[in-house]
């Protein structure tokens, strides 16, 4: 009678770990396409149909309240998906696309104009990033970046609407031109420690050393900033990336969850669902880690992995210099939208539990004011100083 007993529990606590629907922690928020195909298929193969989309959102509300997009024209984005946002209780963060070919920018601001007019785009929208690393890609230079913004804005200003607009982009863009700081409303940077080759466990504080001159440059400038995208893909390979596993995918999420926590940083993460079309065999222009950065298979089932991930915080950050009081960025590029056809879900394998490592001491500066200004230092120090930062960034 035990042993039946026993074989019933087991059963139970199976069928929860794979019928699980929602997270351990809600997180702020998730990036989505309704992309499902590439460029060369007809449309009922590459975009999912507003069934779908309903579907796809009721799973993400199971895991946050706000949603980020990144066109409104591409697979007839504004039209299917903010409404579908307003039916299932999400906040929405729109984009607008910015490619090479100025065409694409132009229909894209057409549609924005156009939802603005008919109050889709209102002061209750989150936000609008123009354009997605564009200017990392070279598609636009930052001059042409910031006339774009302005225009957004201007738009905006004219019907009434007054939120966040941002130029999407990595840390090191933001780093190399502060003319873009100080345009944006708010600094929106994609980050992936995982691109750089780091080992999951310590990658939250190897993303903090390298978010550091990101988070000096928003505290000059007076300016929020938010991580628009992280993520780790939980299968696949690429060369010069980090080790791509359900494992290593759990332990970045639990880490950044509570790096995030600390600094004070509102995020989207990367992404809500995997993305199969975004590389197919024989494809030599994107890494097949590519299709496995989501939460939830391509069929719509959390990842088991992700499922049963009670978070906990393992690692305290190691700041050598005082965290400015408005933080928040991003570092190295990643995938936004590339083409492949459809292949199949990638098997769940059994939950890994979040690596038990050895607690980071934090060692914050302090200098008996309010936190924000470094010690005064003798000269020696200061030369020290300088070269452990050289060494860090």
């Known amino acids: 009678m035990r042993s039946i007993a026993i074989l019933l529990a087991a059963a139970i606590a199976l069928f929860t770990v794979h019928t699980a629907t929602a997270l351990d922690q809600k997180l ?21 149909n507003a069934t779908e989309i309903d579907a796809d959102l009721a799973k993400i509300h199971a895991l946050t309240d706000r949603l980020r997009i990144y066109s409104l024209t591409d697979c007839n984005t504004a039209a299917l998906v903010i409404p579908a946002a307003q039916r299932a209780n999400l906040s929405i963060w729109v984009g607008l696309w910015v490619g090479p070919n100025n065409t694409v920018y132009a ?14 785009v209102n002061n209750n929208t989150l936000g609008v990033h ?20 302005n225009e957004i804005k201007q738009i905006l200003h004219d019907a009434d609407v007054y939120i966040p607009v941002t130029v999407t982009d990595i840390a090191d863009t933001y780093i190399a031109y502060p003319q873009l700081t100080k345009a944006v409303d708010i600094i929106s940077a994609n980050s992936f420690p995982f691109w750089e080759n780091v080992v999951p466990e310590v990658a939250s504080q190897s993303m903090y ?30 060369a010069g990336a980090s080790v791509a596993s359900s494992q290593a995918g759990v332990t970045w999420l639990n880490d950044f969850y509570f790096l995030a926590k600390t600094v004070s940083w509102d995020y989207y993460w990367y992404s809500s669902f995997d993305q199969p079309w975004r ?36 690692v305290k950050i190691v700041t050598k210099m005082p965290v400015p009081k408005q933080s928040t960025a991003a570092p190295v590029a990643v995938a936004t939208a590339a083409p492949s056809p459809v292949v199949t879900d ?30 005064k230092k003798s000269k020696i120090l200061s030369i020290l100083e300088a070269l452990i930062r050289g060494w860090m960034f």
């Open 107 to 120: 229909e894209e601001k057409a549609a924005f104009t156009s939802l603005v007019a008919k109050g889709l």
């Open 28 to 48: 702020y928020g998730l990036n989505y396409t309704p992309r499902k195909g590439q460029d060369y298929m007809p449309l009922k193969k590459r975009c999912k």
């Open 130 to 149: 123009v354009a997605s690393e564009a200017i990392y890609r070279k598609d636009i230079n930052v001059s042409q970046a910031i006339t774009n913004y």
């Open 279 to 314: 590389h197919v065999e024989g494809d030599n222009t994107t890494a097949d880690v590519e299709n496995y950065f989501g939460l939830y298979f391509n069929n719509g089932t959390l990842k088991p992995e992700f499922a049963t991930l009670n978070f906990t915080q393992r």
């Open 346 to 375: 990638a098997s769940a394998s059994p939950a890994p539990v979040v690596p038990s490592v050895p607690v980071v001491t934090a060692s914050v500066a302090s200098n008996g004011t309010n936190g924000t200004e470094p010690h």
């Open 209 to 238: 050393n390298r978010m550091y001159p990101l988070m000096l440059a928003a505290k000059k400038y007076n300016k929020k900033i938010l991580i628009s995208e992280t993520g780790w893909a939980t299968n696949g390979s690429s």
